[in-house]
């Protein structure tokens, strides 16, 4: 007999628990360390409570209703409800808050594409550091963690998820294309943006500037072609991200992503993914979110990441067999 | 190591000449894949063959690092996560609507029946097609030769891929609206396009290079 579990869940059975469990456990124990406490927030919210932190609900795909008629959802990140928690419980901590998780979120996904509708995340939020030096910490944190479950050939994706939006506004291109540009970034699809930016009739530079950009990435070269123009203050946010990051010794790590972009909307500044050779997808990610913890009443500047925990476990067992 | 320093995803069937004649141009040696036609995995010039449909599957997954596949392959399977890095200009095939005598009988069963059945092997293009111009389809989903659907009286008409329209004609169809052009693409698998951009970023100058 047959008794199926939905697509994209899984039963994990003590081999595999025992290795997940010794993961979870160092990526945790390197967090704590660093000052992290660990946090638990429940798995259902009310949705409304995640519509505040994003209008789509941070693609929340399953919903109930409680006995009162409330409609409830399935969380799918641990950001939203620790901005929640930031806000409403910590609203009296002063200085910098430093929280980690490990736990299960959901999300939707397509039918037999082998990715995992119920997934375990493991991550970080730095509450109350602006700027660079928040977002090194997280950075590197997340960097000594995965060398902490034995990954060596990680690597770090840094962009910023404002950088299109402002070169749109800067280069004057007409408020209602904004959307379907950033939706072909967003898709991937270089070959749809370039199509639509010729239909603009720009100038050369600036046509030259809206498709060539996004496909700048790699070392500290990057910064250089980018040059300044349009995207400047963007640019410069980028640049001296990178050498506070080059200071802390970890910059062979660091791929600058002029074409990078999360779907999320709360971001507001830097953002970050995370690769490793072994796996065709990201191992994680996150950024800067200074306006999200405001929306539930007190303004905080904020950022973090977070990591696959099933996927960082592809990558091991890949390393281990490397050795 | 391959001449590129990428795994790349050949199709098989129409884009294959196309695909292999771009890759000898960038130095790949394509002489056993095109002498082995049994054979799918080709270690020494770094290419996996496979239907054009499978492409962005092995692309997503980072089996392969970059592929080519048609227009209408990613048109009909979106939300793949895969980079759409280049127009390659080859492979040039239309989108059609087909039928039997023309638009006449179409109109009709519309008018008439309130619905058109439809058999395609690309029913979220015939549906969105259809739903955009305002029209109510029955899809009745095949999987060999969809022009003898209409001659059986089983559809009204066809959602196909047309390179020539030689097939069409021969089987007394006519194409009533053409509903996309669709041409080969290059995809990237989105890790690999962060890991190896040096050697994407070249492959993709040397193709611009060459198709202009």
Redesign the interface.
Known sequence: MIHPIPAGTRDVLPDEMRELRALGERLRATFEQAGYGEVWTPMVEYEQVLRTGDERAADAAYRMFDDQGRVLALRSDMTIPIARVVATRLSDAEGPLRLCYSAHSYRVV?QR??QQREFLQSGIELIGVPGEDGEVEVVTLALSALEAAGLARH?V?VGDGSLYRRLLTALEVPGDRHRELLECLTR?????LELRVDALGLARDARDLLVGLP?L??GPEVLERAGDGPAGEALERLRTLYAALEARGVADRV?L?LGLVRDLGYYTGAIF?I???A????LGGGGRYDDLIGRFGAERPACGIALDVQRVHVAQAAEEGQR | MSATGLTIAVPRGALMGGTLDLLDGLGVDTAEVRSNDRKLLFEDAGIVTMRPSDVPTYVEHGAADIGVTGKDVLIEAPGRDVYELLDLGFGRCEMVVAARGGSEPLERALRRLGRLRIATKYPRIATEHFGRTGRQIEIVAVKGSVELAPLTGMVDGIVDLTATGKTLAENGLEVVEEIVTCTARLIANPVAHKLKAPEIDALVERLRGSSS
């Open positions: 397509g594409t082998g690597r994706g991937r699809d270089m070959v749809g496909e990435r790699g791929i992503d993914e690769y490793d050779p796996v065709g997808f990201a």
